[in-house]
């Protein structure tokens, strides 16, 4: 079935164009599986704008990749259908439309985590998440743009393109799910979902002023997820409020038999009904707030400490002294595990495939020469040499060894506060191109959401403000392990007392 769709937009004037967008792009997610359930919206319909959308302001963005549109509407079609016949118990995202960051398998459409080496490559079966996306009532409608197999902060290094920012089309929307956080913030769908091994939710939810949750590791299953770095490695929602990602990420939590490392977390049923009466004790990390930040995201931050002070809830100093030392062990980390993770792409079994009418080796340089692009090799070669003879114990163990000490650092913290806030970025969005040739800039953007990945516990952005020019600012809010409910209840808090 390959891409569907050639991105030619439905009529600008016809009437469904003129009465929908608007009444669409207002809705939450919410309020579509209500109406849908109690047969008052149109799954069908709502599905129709949502690919007009993604053909029309998505193609100007380059927010998507594919467009599962035949399939879409069938989904949409087949909840009306079970609507009108009644007997079917009501489902927490009927009707949703709802986009997946490419490297989330969904059979009959391609999987390309955004690399030419990927090319034709359309997985054999559903991700977990997928399964339960469709189960849960939600119209998959796209698979949307990324930093090629998630590396980068800025959505640049994907084979199709840049991602544009929706606040400013000069601007890069993060990465590297930049394509979900774009179709979010633009109105396309009212959740998207990404991955998140360093900060790739978090960032472009921050730059877009969406909400972005990474959860704890092992609460979602990594089934049908393609590998980056398999101990951090997370798919989480985005979303335009905190009870629609409440909703996003109830519906994909939980135990999977086909993945070990996930957790029989549970989610309370009043995830949904999230309440705002419970009161935290918030740490202030000092380390956050050194050198590096910008002035006008600390601002922002600060301004919200002060709000929520005024809301009732407090605030204690407190230290994570490892801070400075989490962007090196999490970079050598990282590479090491891709650099065993992409050994796989080889030309031989699926994706693309070069020279091979010499030697098998040769093929091999042929193919991963021209189907990975210069970031991710830059990246296999670094893991690579950490991994190598002579050189594993100084590096790998060594960052290992941080790592534990990192979240013993979140343990410590812990014991001592209920949440943890912080910037979720040290800059506000930057201008594409800007940081594209100097990868250390280009890393150090994820110095504040890298730990979050090392420690494995949970952290959601809130979009907290914005600078002098109008580019958004996040905060990040870090958890104890498997209570996402706090965060959300902490972003409704700060959603209804802004």
Do not use: W
């Not at 985590?113 to 079966?125: A, E, M, N, T």
């Not at 595990?337 to 340089?365: F, H, I, K, P, Q």
């Amino acid at each position: 079935m390959g891409r569907d769709g050639d991105f030619s937009p439905c009529p600008r004037g016809s009437i469904a164009y003129i009465l929908l967008m608007p009444e669409y792009k207002s809705l939450t997610a919410a309020e579509i599986a209500a109406g849908v359930n109690a047969g008052k919206l149109s799954a069908a319909t709502l599905t129709e704008e949502a690919l007009s959308l993604a053909k029309t302001e998505g193609k100007r963005l380059n927010a998507f990749i594919t467009l599962c549109e035949e399939k879409a509407l069938k989904q949409a079609q087949a909840i009306d259908r079970e609507v009108r016949e009644g007997g079917a118990a009501p489902r927490i995202l009927a009707g949703v439309p709802v986009a997946l960051k490419d490297n989330i398998c969904y059979t009959d459409y391609e999987t390309t985590c955004g690399s030419h080496i990927l090319d034709k490559f359309i997985p054999p079966y559903d991700a977990t998440c997928v399964t339960r996306l469709i189960e849960a009532g939600a119209v998959i409608i796209g698979k949307t743009n990324m930093d090629e197999f998630g590396m980068g902060s800025s959505n640049e290094n994907s084979y199709f393109g840049p991602v544009k920012n929706p606040v400013n089309h000069e601007l890069v929307p993060g990465g590297s799910s930049g394509g979900s956080a774009a179709a979010v913030a633009q109105g396309i769908v009212p959740i998207a979902y990404g991955s998140d091994t360093g900060g790739s939710i978090r960032q472009p939810a921050a730059f877009c002023g969406v909400y972005g949750l990474k959860p704890t590791y092992g609460s979602v299953s990594r089934y049908g997820l393609v590998a980056f770095g398999s101990s951090l490695d997370q798919i989480g929602p985005l979303a335009r409020n905190a009870r629609d990602l409440a909703l996003g990420y109830q519906a994909i939590c939980g135990r999977d038999d086909h993945d070990a490392t996930s957790a029989d977390c549970g989610h309370p049923d009043d995830t949904v009904e999230i309440k705002t009466g419970r009161k935290f004790k918030i740490g202030i990390p000092a380390e956050y707030f050194a050198e590096g930040l910008d002035p006008e995201v600390e601002t922002v931050v600060r301004d919200v400490i002060e709000l929520l002070e005024k809301a009732g809830q407090t605030f204690t100093d407190i230290s994570l002294p490892l801070t400075d030392k989490a962007i090196a062990a999490y970079y050598i980390v990282a590479n090491a595990e891709a650099s065993s993770n992409l050994a796989r792409y080889d030309g031989v079994r699926y994706g693309l495939r070069e020279g091979g009418d010499g030697e098998l080796a040769d093929m091999y340089a042929a193919t991963r020469t021209a189907g990975f692009g210069d970031e991710v090799k830059r990246r296999i070669m670094l893991g690579t040499y950490a991994l190598s003879a002579g050189y594993y114990d100084a590096y790998y163990l060594k960052a290992s060894r941080v790592r534990e000490l990192i979240r013993r650092d979140f343990r410590k913290a812990f014991e001592k506060v209920d949440l943890i806030i912080t910037p979720t970025t040290p800059t506000l969005a930057f201008r594409l191109g800007e940081k594209i040739d100097d990868p250390l800039a280009m890393y150090l953007s994820d110095v504040y959401t890298v730990p979050v990945n090392l420690a494995g516990i949970p952290a959601i952005s809130v979009p907290g403000g914005h600078s002098s020019d109008g580019r958004p600012v996040g905060v990040q809010f870090t958890a104890p392990r498997f209570d996402e409910l706090a965060l959300f209840q902490m972003a409704l808090c700060l959603e209804r007392n802004d």
